[in-house]
């Protein structure tokens, strides 16, 4: 397989953060751990999205960049893996508590504006179903696709309290086209492998 583009790849991850630190400028102005905060939060979901939409055609990522599929996803995936992990400890060591990690249930509205709770836990079920894909070979893609939920839970909290969102009717209106193209994604992933399950028809 001739590699083509891989400097692209090198580049995904670097972009990626440089954009998220540009939109701090719009941004109220707030002290380093804060803005460490909102970078990681953006560089990880902006890198999920990524992650996500390339696994849309399989055929097409490995051949404009020459490499198997699973090593272009995988540029993404690690790195706004780390991001998404990293936000909420770096919120928790700014704050001085672990409180953050536990979901909050006081109403529906709470529940989505504290989304990125659970958006990290449906995250962590991706990812370990992603590891264990070779041991559960039938079912572990039903569990990888707890990204996209994640994505989506994680896009209505960024929304509700994210600061670089609030910030920027631009940064909200791309979010809510990037939750949309990777709903489109996700139905179009399923119907292509609800056609494939289904046994030839006899003539």
Do not use: C
Not at 65 to 70: L, M, T
Not at 109 to 130: D, I, Q, S, Y
């Amino acid at each position: 397989m001739k590699r083509k583009h891989t400097w692209v790849l090198a580049l995904v991850v670097p972009f990626v953060v440089g954009l998220s630190l540009l939109v701090q400028l719009v941004s109220p102005v707030a002290w380093w751990q804060i803005v460490l905060v909102r970078s990681l939060a953006l560089s990880g979901y902006l890198l999920v999205f990524l992650a996500a939409l390339s696994s849309a055609s399989l055929p097409a990522m490995a051949k404009t960049f020459g490499r198997p599929f699973i090593a272009v996803h995988h540029v993404a995936t690690i790195a706004g893996f780390v991001a998404m992990l990293a936000h909420p400890f770096a919120y928790a060591f700014s704050v001085g508590s672990l409180e953050i990690f536990i979901p909050r249930a006081d109403s529906v509205v709470e529940f989505f504006r504290w989304g990125g709770r659970p958006a990290l836990f449906l995250f962590l079920v991706a990812v370990v179903a992603a590891l264990l894909r070779l041991a559960f070979r039938k079912h572990w893609r039903s569990f990888h696709l707890a990204v996209y939920l994640g994505f989506l839970f994680a896009t209505v909290h960024a929304n509700l309290i994210g600061t670089s969102f609030l910030a920027s009717p631009v940064v909200r209106v791309v979010s809510w086209a990037m939750a949309a193209a990777a709903t489109v994604v996700f139905v179009r992933k399923r119907i292509q492998r609800l056609g494939a399950a289904r046994p030839a028809m006899r003539p």
